[in-house]
């Protein structure tokens, strides 16, 4: 089975294409025969695209579309044609999988895309304006490019949350909010799930067995309590606004100081979304950078912003690890995922030291190696922690391939 998987950001496109034809999906993640990306942000004149291929060939380019699904359709077409080129025609192509950031409570499952998902998807983008729009587009650009009959599917970010109790789901605030679709949606889901998966075969235990607190730690951050296979608490809420403290997004605050910049100091709503999303969080306090890697720069030349911001950051990543372990109830391990969580050991180390009184014990040596998808515990810990590569585009071609078979 050939696999084409469409990771659409707010200003990128990242696509890989797996091929397999084995007949059983491998244990481990398959490196991508044709990976590539479009950037809208890196060029003034139009969009960067980039392309490498298994085989070696690499391309890098600057297009100038019309539109962005017409740069899409010109990414996808060196799949098929000049030096990376690693099919021989786009029927060969047997299905599409799109990451779809909300679904809403419409959507608790992976499904085929049709028209009526199409306009679901587009109804949700109120809850996700920067994203839905972006995977509808990537939508498009494959009708465009491939044809209407090719089976395309939705891999939605938030369906691994869907199912957490309501206790966990709703608000405190009026019933009516629940009515209105206003409760704790959850994001990061495709991650937390194939870490969680992931897990279970790293330390050869049944999934439903595990109690596991998974930690997609990255520009964008987020904690998932893990049960029985189920996501039963996570931090990220209706938005993605909530929970830890992010690469320039707040995390939770105090509601009351927004009511308190909108009506003692003359804020307009979007000047306060501005200012939550893309001027707070690591950003916000160290006034350097939304990359932890700056920040620690600045902190070895003794600038206590940046110490500031980066102690916060880990002051935040404790206390939401405790509110996960307690919904669990116990921990078996502790997962560490995406760019901060797996090339940070310094970050891993202070995030479980809150937790020596439960035993836990990271090996120096194997933490400070950042290798991938190992346990960095001790052999004596009761608590296993865990490094675990994000493959996003790798739990989408899983979706894909589970939804094709017979």
Known sequence: MKILVMNAGSSSQ???????????????PPEPLWDA????????????????????ATLTKTLQPDSKPAGIAD????????????????????????????????????????????????????????????????????????????????????AFHSRMPLTAAVYPGPYDWLDQGIRRYGFHGINHQ?????AAQILSTDLNQLRLLTCH???????????????????????PLEGLMMGSRSGSVDPGILIHLIRDRGYSPDEVDQ??????????????????????????????????AFDL???????????????LGGLDAIIFSAG???????????????????????????????????DIATAGSPVRVLVITAEEDWAIAQECWRLMQP
């Open 14 to 28: 990242k696509s890989r294409f797996y091929d397999l034809s084995g007949g059983s999906l491998p244990k481990t």
């Open 340 to 374: 901060i969580g797996e090339h940070a050991p310094d970050v891993r180390e202070r995030a479980c030291d809150a937790f020596r009184f439960l035993g836990l014990a990271l090996d120096p040596e194997k933490n400070d190696a950042t290798a991938h998808d190992v």
């Open 37 to 56: 990306q479009i950037d809208w942000t890196k060029s003034d004149d139009g969009a960067e695209l980039k392309v490498e291929t298994a085989h070696g």
């Open 75 to 158: 990414m996808l077409r060196t799949l098929w044609s000049g030096d990376t080129q690693v099919i021989d025609h786009p029927d060969q192509v047997d299905v599409v999988g799109h990451r779809v950031v909300h679904g809403g409570q419409t959507y608790q499952d992976s499904v085929f895309i049709s028209s009526e998902v199409k306009q679901a998807i587009a109804d949700l983008i109120p809850l996700a304006p920067a994203h839905n729009p972006a995977n509808l587009e990537g939508v498009e650009a494959i009708e465009r490019a491939i044809g209407s009959d090719i089976s395309q599917v939705a891999v939605f970010d938030t």
């Open 275 to 308: 200012m939550l999303n893309k001027q707070s969080g690591l950003k916000g306090i160290s006034g350097i950078s939304n990359d932890l890697r700056q920040i620690g720069k600045a902190i070895a030349q003794g600038n206590d912003r940046a110490r500031l």
């Open 217 to 239: 730690l990255g520009n964008g951050c987020s904690l998932a309590a893990i049960r029985d296979g189920h996501s039963i608490d996570t931090t990220m809420g209706y938005t």
């Open 313 to 327: 950051f880990i002051h935040r990543l404790q206390k939401e690890m405790g509110a996960m372990i307690a919904s």
């Open 194 to 198: 194939y870490c969680a998966h992931r």
